[in-house]
């Protein structure tokens, strides 16, 4: 159950930022015992998947604050995102030390789907609103977004490995915030379509 949720967590957090939970379970893993990775995924810590996800990571953080480039970020990200959820969904359910559930062990499949689809799903919330974002602020929003994202990022995945019971709480919570920033902006942009054809 555990597992599961913290699977969860961090899938979402991917549809975010791919590169940072696959960077925290990676961190985490490497220098602690909290986490231990099977040996099938053992290569997520290595210095050569952690220094590629930082390069990627760095990437990630620079043209996501960029208005009109951060939707063609989003596209491109429409791949990995989800994959990147089911990678660190499939290593997470299988690492023993956070739950010894066999039937995930013996199912890993259902990791990997679980961890695409909740994945693919903050992607599509977070690649729907920020156009919206950008379009209702001019393109002031697009940094002011991506850092709270980032954010948000960080903060699920490290609840997802250290307190996975909070999960369920903070997906409701990202799934409100995304609805209510979206329906906030296109009411914005309304009243501004509004007053400009008046004028």
């Known amino acids: 159950m555990f597992a599961a949720l913290t699977g969860m967590g ?33 290569w997520i810590e290595s210095w050569w998947a952690i220094g590629i996800g930082a390069v990627l990571l760095l990437a990630e953080v620079v043209l996501d604050k960029i208005p009109a480039v951060d939707t063609v970020n989003d596209a491109v990200q ?24 066999t039937w995930m062990t013996q199912n890993p499949w259902v990791g990997v789907v679980l961890g695409i689809v909740t994945s693919g799903l903050v992607h599509g919330g977070k690649t729907l609103a920020r156009p919206a974002i950008n379009a209702g602020t001019l393109g002031f929003g697009a940094p002011v977004a991506s850092t709270v994202e980032d954010g948000a990022s960080i903060g699920l995945s490290l609840v997802a490995v250290f307190v996975p019971v909070l ?32 004028a």
Do not use: C, E, K
Request: net charge positive.
């Open 78 to 101: 429409t791949f990995i995102r989800p994959s990147m959820g089911g990678l660190i969904f499939a290593a997470t359910s299988a690492a023993g030390n956070l739950d010894h559930s």
């Open 10 to 42: 961090l899938s979402a957090a991917a549809g975010l930022n791919a590169y940072i939970p696959f960077l925290v379970v990676a961190l985490i893993a490497r220098f602690t015992d909290y986490l231990t990775l099977p040996q099938g995924y053992a």
């Open 167 to 198: 999960v369920i709480v903070l997906l409701v919570a990202l799934a409100w915030v995304l609805g209510w920033l979206w329906l906030t902006v296109r009411r914005w942009r309304r009243r501004r379509d509004r007053r400009t054809a008046v």
